[in-house]
């Protein structure tokens, strides 16, 4: 079970963007090395630049575009608005049989998880 999912607030806890904050965009597998887990793709976190050649074909010039590279899942963690700080998170199930992820350092339920 991954404990990031598309859309989440996280923050970045290692790396050059350390301390920056982001939304998820894409969680996605290591291609070039599976072995190494997921990696995500957070906006406006480790932004990279791509040298894209024209195209007369559609019609577009060529440009010096900035996009997001991907991070690595474990320089990240889930952002917890209460504390205002980066929180674990960990999967628990309820009395009702639903499974939850929750914040391990108070307990607060972050969303219900689809079985």
Same mark, same amino acid.
């Given at each position: 079970? /991954? ?10 806890? =290692? !790396? /050059?963007?350390?301390?920056?904050? !982001? ?8 291609? %070039? ?19 894209? %050649? &024209?195209? &007369? ?7 010096? =575009? ?14 917890? &608005? +209460?504390?205002?700080?980066?929180? /674990? +998170? ?21 969303? +219900?998880?689809?079985?």
């Amino acid at each position: 079970m /991954r404990k990031f999912r598309t859309g989440d607030e996280i923050i970045v806890i =290692a !790396g /050059r963007d350390k301390g920056r904050r !982001g939304k998820v965009l894409k969680i996605m597998k290591d291609k %070039k090395n599976p072995k190494r887990g997921y990696k995500a793709v957070v906006e406006g976190i480790n932004m990279l630049t791509k040298h894209m %050649k &024209p195209n &007369p074909n559609a019609n577009e010039e060529g440009r010096i =575009a900035k996009i997001e590279g991907t991070i690595h899942i474990s320089n990240i963690a889930l952002y917890n &608005p +209460v504390s205002h700080k980066a929180d /674990r +998170v960990g999967i628990k199930s309820l009395e009702d049989g639903r499974r939850v992820r929750y914040f391990k350092s108070n307990g607060e339920i972050v969303d +219900v998880l689809e079985s």
